[in-house]
């Protein structure tokens, strides 16, 4: 089990090139639904998703920056906002973990689906988000999130390198 879970962390990167293979509304419920399992303030759950499909808005979206246009190749974006007017905490800035942690979720599912992914971060660019708002008919008091780009890689893609974890022992500054 333990073996297993970090296989899928191990496998899991970042996918740009995707097949026209697509992904059926099953899997993308399956996907959603292991972002509603991850840890969040108060058991907020704030995330809501906006399931793109339509190649027009992908590829709308994908033109909003360089390092997007795997979005117009994928089976499927999702967009994730919140709705900070409902969220459970003064400190609202806890929603970007909250919404982190259900994106990791989703991208760790989708790898052991066989299925690429590609995580866009739009909060906290307000230019971006706002570009984005405009594509998707988001109301102006929602706040966007990321976009996540799901699909088939068509390319065995390198795995992007890690570095060695920084450790410290009992207090700051201390080796084992
Ligand atoms: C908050 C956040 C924002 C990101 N935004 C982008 C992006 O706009 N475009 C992109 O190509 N990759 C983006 N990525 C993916 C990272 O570049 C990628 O995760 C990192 O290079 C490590 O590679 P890996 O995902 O293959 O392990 C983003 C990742 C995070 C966590």
Same mark, same amino acid.
């Given at each position: 089990?333990?073996?297993?879970?970090?296989?899928?962390?191990?496998?899991?990167?970042?996918?740009?090139?995707?097949?026209?293979?697509?992904?059926?509304?099953?899997?993308? $419920?399956?996907? @959603? /639904?292991?972002?509603?399992? %991850?840890?969040?303030?108060?058991?907020?759950?704030?995330?809501?998703?906006?399931?793109?499909?339509?190649?027009?808005?992908?590829?709308?979206?994908?033109?909003?920056?360089?390092?997007?246009?795997?979005?117009?190749?994928?089976?499927?974006?999702?967009?994730?906002?919140?709705?900070?007017?409902?969220?459970?905490?003064?400190? $609202?800035?806890?929603?970007?973990?909250?919404?982190? %942690?259900?994106?990791?979720?989703?991208?760790?599912?989708? %790898?052991?689906?066989?299925?690429?992914?590609?995580?866009?971060?739009?909060?906290?660019?307000?230019?971006? /988000?706002?570009?984005?708002?405009?594509?998707?008919?988001?109301? %102006? /008091?929602?706040?966007?999130?990321? @976009?996540?780009? @799901?699909?088939?890689?068509?390319?065995?893609?390198?795995?992007?390198?890690?570095?060695?974890?920084?450790?410290?022992?009992?207090?700051?500054?201390?080796?084992?």
């Amino acid at each position: 089990m333990e073996r297993e879970i970090l296989e899928i962390i191990r496998k899991r990167k970042s996918v740009r090139k995707f097949s026209d293979r697509t992904i059926s509304d099953v899997q993308i $419920k399956t996907l @959603l /639904e292991a972002g509603q399992q %991850a840890p969040s303030v108060r058991n907020g759950q704030p995330w809501q998703y906006i399931v793109i499909k339509n190649q027009e808005n992908k590829r709308a979206l994908s033109a909003l920056k360089g390092s997007w246009h795997p979005l117009s190749q994928s089976a499927v974006g999702l967009c994730m906002f919140v709705d900070l007017q409902e969220y459970p905490s003064t400190h $609202k800035e806890f929603f970007a973990q909250d919404c982190a %942690a259900a994106t990791e979720n989703i991208l760790l599912t989708a %790898a052991a689906m066989g299925i690429g992914s590609l995580w866009m971060g739009v909060y906290p660019n307000v230019t971006l /988000e706002m570009a984005v708002k405009n594509i998707l008919k988001v109301p %102006a /008091e929602k706040t966007v999130f990321n @976009l996540i780009a @799901l699909g088939y890689e068509t390319e065995n893609e390198r795995k992007a390198h890690r570095k060695e974890p920084i450790i410290y022992w009992e207090c700051y500054g201390r080796s084992q």
